[in-house]
């Protein structure tokens, strides 16, 4: 148990024992009155707007300071700033969004019949309390906390101590909605300090998943120090392969839009890798589009030699085509630098990606079939893309309506995450025999039954009433 | 990465390398392959049966020193003998099993139309490479080789160190049988000391999921020092609430047996919760069929002054029936012991549970709808029985056909868990339009596309091939 005091004198224990509390307490709370918690956060939103421009003031002017003085970029400035353009519009329309998406609890996903009156279902749930992890944005918390009520979690959410005053309000909004509903206002807590996270990190026996979104070092150093499984969202080394047979447009199109398109995205391509057949056909082509759009080329041997017959030569050819060190093949230039290297084989592409990539998504472009099979097969990504680009691994593209993040991992959740990341499951047996149903009468030996295992179809659990 | 340096100068490194190399070549051998590994391995077995023998006959000898020396258990001892009845031929027909059931891969679970001629699948496939970390009884090795090669995974083992002499054998069976097939000889390897297991735990750019199944303590050592993700198999602290409307002979089948049908499996029942207004009705009836199998009840003050008018009494009262203390209700017995208590509503004892149980099964014996969905929403467990012994909670008995093990976390797997459990899934995106796809064609601008987010039926992805 932690030892660590906070302020207010509530410990790390507490805030964990009271939103776990919270969240057991919720299960018996109907879909509808969730739903209604999320109307409620948004009411709240609305009416307290004023007080929460003068909060996130407050953390604008602490922030100039910062970047006057060289330590904060003007990037996270930028992104503290909830008045900016349409973002406080967006983060009331998210929370009216999330509330309409359908529940993703109480979901039937398998029912058998083990016996007769004896039914097995295996029905989505939530997983329980949430620590979410995550950057400066201060829209994120309600974000995330309309995600959790949605599913069905209770959370404790730490956001960038950039965003402190603004978040600090953020989060008595919601306290504020929820004590206008059935769901406790424990439910979703805020904590502000690293020592709060390092202490909760410790607490498994409340806490039953920590999803920190941020940099590949944060993600590390929270699995270095917890027992509680992680759910990260870290580096994107995505590559496109240009295989033997692609169709030199489709190339020069899925090139060009997954690097740069929105270069510092995680989906956005970092290594193009060419078939050495068609390093003096479509390579060039490729390359003339990449130098157009100002992208700078970092190439092995192959690939830069076939450019030297580029005619007439690119303007910028001199300051933006570089040969390449080997650590090019595992940077995330995240700007607008591409890796490019030569194989042989779809095999050695996709031997090469295995070795390099960051598992997050790799494209082939081609016109044959075999290698598309190959490609998707053999490519162990979270996304393997055909004639498409990376860029569309993204949970809203995908359709999920909403989206928890992209998960780096491949136990629980893969790729973009929407809500059903966030819901595990549980087994509900039920006998209607007239004697209960148990174990001992089943079995090997002479008058023992034999289990049925017969398929249900069911797309709810049939005794469960709200 | 890791120094230490192995037997035979391979480093923990080296393995692991090797074994992810083998996963990542084997993704385009068809499951035709995989099931043949199998009967491969099966034919092996056989051909090896008397080496085998030999091998298991040093580990019994050596064992039987340390049983003497009363350094060991005899029920360990008895564990370790792969000749004992029926055991060989089960690990047998166990493989042959296993290569009979349906291939977890390549099941499509979403399939959607993004845009015309753009189409998303995300497809069951194996998870990558195992580290499996089990118990003294030699025949684990085939069992858990069988089930990672069945799911596609690459496996590294660590048995007993008790068994040895014969893992070793049985993973030299192992290599032969897959150097007759195309999956890699290094596919599935077997270590043999704690030491190579820490090294291993460090290797999370090779690994990508542990599986200890032992103790709580085992399982806490492993989550303690490693980044890679834990599914652990641990506590069975199971309970079952008698509720105000439960039928007196549900109850007494039901508790009798949860409790005496395997006294020490995970699943067997160690508390009884009695709604305090059956305290004179069905508790005594329950109490007497515990006492004439041989149970010793400890009970808190209302259920054991509930037994002081049962008459005539049973002749093993005095030794069997004592006053509980706290610690009794945290308690994972093993044996014929059941702690028993009153509470005043079935809210209370979903509350009771939360707190105190271990979140495997649970179960309620009850003539009230209401109460049975209350019971089954509330109780925060993987199981949660209605009417129905907490012994079923069990791969076979849920009709996986195999069990990879008893998951007692929530995320990725929970409960028992079937060869589902070693998969997981990526998203294959294809393009099948004359250009390719881009995302930089999508948005609210004039003249953008919108996305279609058509569901699609599909229970393979169409364009691969084997």
Redesign the interface.
């Known amino acids: 148990m932690s030892s660590i005091s906070f302020p207010g004198d509530y410990t790390a224990e507490d805030i964990a024992k009271s939103a776990k509390t919270a969240?057991?307490a919720s299960?018996?709370i109907s879909s509808a009155e969730r739903a209604k918690a999320l109307h409620e956060i948004r009411r709240e939103l609305e009416a307290t707007k004023d007080d929460i421009m003068v909060a996130n003031k407050k953390d604008l002017e602490a922030a100039q300071i910062e970047v006057e003085a060289g330590r904060m970029s003007s990037s996270l400035f930028k992104r503290l700033d909830l008045g900016k353009g349409e973002k406080w519009d967006s983060m009331l329309q998210g929370v009216t969004d999330v509330a309409n998406l359908p529940d993703p609890t109480g979901i039937v996903t398998y029912a058998?019949e083990?016996d007769d009156s004896?039914e097995?279902y295996r029905v989505s749930c939530p997983?329980?309390l949430l620590l979410v992890i995550f950057e400066a944005r201060p829209e994120v918390v309600i974000n995330i906390a309309a995600l959790a009520i949605k599913s069905g979690n209770a959370a404790i959410l730490k956001g960038g101590k950039e965003s402190n005053e603004t978040t600090r309000l953020l989060s008595k909004v919601i306290q504020t909605a929820l004590s206008r509903t059935s769901i406790s206002s424990t439910y979703i807590q805020t904590i502000q300090t690293r020592a709060e996270v390092s202490a909760l990190l410790e607490l498994?026996q409340y806490i039953?998943?920590v999803i920190p979104r941020g940099s590949n070092s944060l993600v590390?150093n929270i699995?270095?120090n917890t027992?509680i499984?992680?759910?990260g969202h870290a580096d994107g080394l995505c590559s496109v392969y240009l295989d033997e047979s692609a169709?030199i447009?489709?190339a020069m199109?899925?090139v060009?839009?997954s690097k740069t398109?929105y270069p510092a995205a995680c989906n956005a391509a970092e290594t193009l890798i060419v078939h050495e057949n068609i390093l003096s056909t479509v390579w060039p082509a490729v390359a003339k589009a990449l130098l157009a759009a100002e992208v700078n080329l970092l190439c092995d041997t192959p690939t830069l030699t076939a450019l030297s017959a580029l005619s007439p030569v690119p303007t910028n050819f001199t300051t933006h085509v570089q040969p390449s060190t080997p650590d090019a093949y595992t940077t995330e230039h995240l700007s607008l630098t591409l890796s490019v290297l030569a194989i042989p084989s779809v095999a050695d592409a996709?031997?090469f990606i295995?070795a390099h990539s960051s598992h997050h998504t790799d494209c082939i472009?081609t016109e044959d079939?075999?290698a598309?099979?190959?490609f998707?097969?053999?490519v162990?990504?979270?996304?393997?893309?055909?004639?498409?680009?990376t860029?569309?691994?993204d949970g809203f593209?995908?359709?999920f309506g909403t989206e928890v993040g992209i998960s780096t991992?491949?136990?629980?959740a893969?790729?973009?995450v929407g809500l059903e990341g966030l819901v595990?499951?549980?087994?509900?047996?039920?006998?209607?025999?007239e004697?209960?149903?148990?174990?001992?009468e089943?079995g090997a030996g002479e008058g023992k039954k034999q289990?049925k295992?017969t398929r249900l179809s069911a797309e709810t659990?049939p005794?469960?009433?709200e």
Chains 1, 2 share one sequence.
């Open positions: 969240f057991q299960q018996l058998s083990l004896l097995l997983i329980g498994d039953d998943l590390r699995q270095n027992r499984p992680v759910m169709d447009g489709k199109r899925v060009l839009d398109d996709i031997r295995n472009v079939p075999a598309a099979s190959a998707c097969r053999g162990d990504s979270a996304g393997t893309f055909v004639n498409a680009s860029r569309f691994a593209r995908y359709g991992g491949r136990i629980h893969r790729g973009p595990t499951y549980k087994y509900m047996l039920r006998s209607k025999g004697n209960g149903h148990i174990v001992g089943f289990f295992h659990v005794f469960l009433t």
